[in-house]
């Protein structure tokens, strides 16, 4: 099939066809549960949301990319507004089938499988780590941009850091071209690359709203939803002491070091209720106060919960929040895994939590859908 004479002019299509190509090089079409899809925005698509003829013919050269050469399927957003364009958060869904087409129109020939460049990649390096190379050669680490061969030579670089005492954070921005985030959740890894490297803990930080009057603790997963209950939205989150920690999950077994966290105050009742807010936060012993976790209503929002009761046995998934949630999931107003870009989510199994594991589980996986916290307005 010949390519569309158009396509060279056509930047924003030609970047939306390399990056499903992307998506298969990093993962063979036969290994996505569901085929890659992106959401229409302003982020991926800038000309089709300034509302005039040249938006209307970007559209256009979508539909015929679905119609006329069936590279694509576009799926339409049923809640869109009247007064919204037909475009407004549409999925645009890759047909696997046309991937051969795709790479004959770009010049994008399949690549060395990505596992086999990585494995060759960490097999030539490993002189160079005075520990064991078996974990990183067991799973590519991937930075856009870049190739096998770059990443683990970011990786010899860190023996030159010796013994500066640097955070995951810091090692990994001056290792891989400054960026910050490469070594999140590997520190494993770096130990067994580099037994001897020593590792700053990153100080974990805590947002808490402390009210004049304190009648529970409410421990929330998102921060627009934080922010919302500050503001009296929802209503049941009066006189709460409210919490948010970005990453709640990952960070939750240093939650209460003194040394691995850094605790931020707010609210009017910050002045009295600090010191026994601090004195009962820093002993691990059991909370005062009812305490409770509210986050999106899906697998890792009860993953959160499974982990944040490790440190918090007192913890219970917070009913209001969760059982107006669940009256839009029963409804059938959730949302598919792959619709959320959530397919990869694991079902944590049990919490410990009677309403987590009794009520809010099983209709997740009676209903196969998903509810953000977010939905929660009034």
């Given at each position: 099939m010949d390519?569309?004479?158009w396509l060279e002019d056509e930047r924003e299509i030609l970047e939306l066809l390399h990056a499903f190509l992307d998506k298969l090089d990093r993962k063979p079409a036969g290994e996505w549960k569901h085929p890659p899809a992106v959401t229409v925005s302003q982020t991926h698509f800038p000309r089709l949301f300034q509302f005039g003829q040249d938006a209307d013919s970007a559209w256009g050269l979508l539909r015929v990319l679905e119609q006329d050469f069936r590279v694509l399927t576009i799926k339409l957003d049923r809640k869109r507004g009247p007064y919204e364009p037909e475009y407004a958060r549409a999925r645009l869904v890759l047909n696997p089938a046309m991937e051969d087409t795709l790479r004959n129109w770009l010049a994008r020939p399949r690549e060395t499988p990505l596992l086999r460049q990585w494995r060759e990649a960490v097999e030539r390096a490993q002189h160079h780590f005075p520990g064991d190379s078996t974990r990183l050669k067991a799973r590519p680490i991937l930075v856009p941009g870049k190739s096998a061969e770059d990443i683990v030579k970011g990786f010899i670089s860190i023996a030159g850091i010796g013994r500066n005492e640097l955070n995951l954070r810091q090692i990994s921005a001056l290792s891989f071209w400054g960026h910050s985030k490469v070594l999140d959740n590997r520190e494993?890894?770096?130990t067994a690359l580099y037994p001897n490297l020593v590792i700053k803990p990153r100080k974990?930080?805590?947002n808490v709203y402390l009210p004049e009057t304190v009648t529970g603790v409410l421990f929330i997963e998102n921060q627009d939803s934080y922010t919302s209950a500050i503001e009296g939205v929802p209503a049941a989150a009066a006189n709460m002491a409210l919490v948010y920690c970005s990453g709640f999950r990952g960070s939750a077994q240093r939650i209460r070091d003194r040394a691995g966290v850094s605790l931020h105050f707010q609210g009017e009742g910050y002045g009295h209720w600090r010191e026994r807010w601090e004195q009962w936060w820093l002993s691990n012993d059991a909370s005062p106060w009812p305490?409770?976790?509210?986050?999106d209503l899906d697998y890792s929002g009860m993953a959160i919960l499974k982990v944040l009761r490790q440190r918090f046995p007192e913890m219970h998934a917070w009913p209001p929040g969760y059982h107006d949630m669940?009256?839009?999931l029963l409804e059938g107003r959730g949302h598919s895994p792959w619709m959320g870009d959530k397919e990869e989510q694991?079902?944590?199994g049990m919490t410990g939590c009677p309403l987590?594991?009794?009520v809010l589980l099983p209709a997740i996986r009676e209903q196969k859908l998903f509810v953000d916290q977010e939905i929660i307005i009034e």
């Open positions: 390519t569309p004479r494993d890894l770096l974990i930080l805590v305490t409770y976790f509210w986050g669940l009256h839009h694991i079902d944590p987590a594991d009794n």
